[in-house]
């Protein structure tokens, strides 16, 4: 299976879809959330620790610190690619892999991590490959929600976008549901079950992005 994964995953690729191998997967982990307090952040955060405990390199990022306008083609065509999704871009690309927390809005994805995916879909030049940032690479989804079902609806829809524009993302998933009481004052998360998921979740994606990568 794993040697399936890695042809079915480089077939067709460019040499630029992926940073150079080094002995760790390289994971880039955010929150479809720019909120200060964001269960999703804290989520995330706790997936960090179990990702570098399972063998990974990771960097945590904030989309709040990478401001973006609402996607329009006119303004992309009128002033370019803003900086601040060059920047982001960057560490996409710099990355074999996401740990990416998604919130639940009306049971969909955020407007901020949609508008986050389009704009780092556009190229910056004729010469950059189609999808540089995301085709390719390997892709973890987690969720945080205060109601019964942990955001679950949502992630449908962000593991839907995320395959069609070329990434694969691993089957294992966390939908974490009182996200309000499901963290303690250090953000770390009170239920032994949960932890039990996460660290699951965090070894398979770990595991995928080395057999990728190896």
């Not at 794993?2 to 079915?8: G, I, N, Y």
């Not at 479809?32 to 960097?59: F, I, P, W, Y």
């Not at 239920?191 to 996460?198: I, Q, T």
Request: proline fraction near 6%; charge should be neutral.
């Amino acid at each position: 299976m794993r040697a399936t994964l890695k042809l079915v995953l480089k077939k067709g690729m460019s040499s630029n879809t992926f940073p150079k191998p080094s002995m760790k997967p390289k994971i880039l982990v955010f929150a479809g959330s720019a909120r200060q307090e964001s269960c999703n952040k804290k989520l995330v955060r706790c997936g960090l620790c179990l990702l570098e405990e399972a063998g990974a390199e990771t960097t945590f990022v904030d989309l709040a610190d990478f401001p973006m306008p609402l996607y329009d083609q006119d303004v992309e065509g009128e002033t370019g690619i803003p900086e601040s999704v060059k920047k982001f871009k960057a560490q996409l690309k710099d990355h074999h892999g996401f740990l990416i927390g998604c919130p639940e809005y009306n049971s969909s994805i955020t407007p901020l991590l949609k508008n986050t995916i389009d704009w780092c879909s556009r190229a910056e030049s004729d010469e950059e490959p189609p999808m540089v940032c995301f085709s390719g690479k390997i892709a973890g989804l987690v969720a945080a929600s205060p109601g019964g079902l942990g955001g679950l609806r949502g992630l449908r829809h962000v593991r839907e976008i995320l395959g069609n524009i070329g990434t694969h993302v691993i089957p294992d998933q966390v939908a974490l549901s009182s996200a309000y009481q499901a963290f303690d004052d250090q953000g770390a998360l009170t239920d032994e079950g949960a932890k039990r998921r996460l660290t699951r979740f965090a070894e398979s994606l770990v595991k995928t992005t080395r057999g990728l990568i190896d």
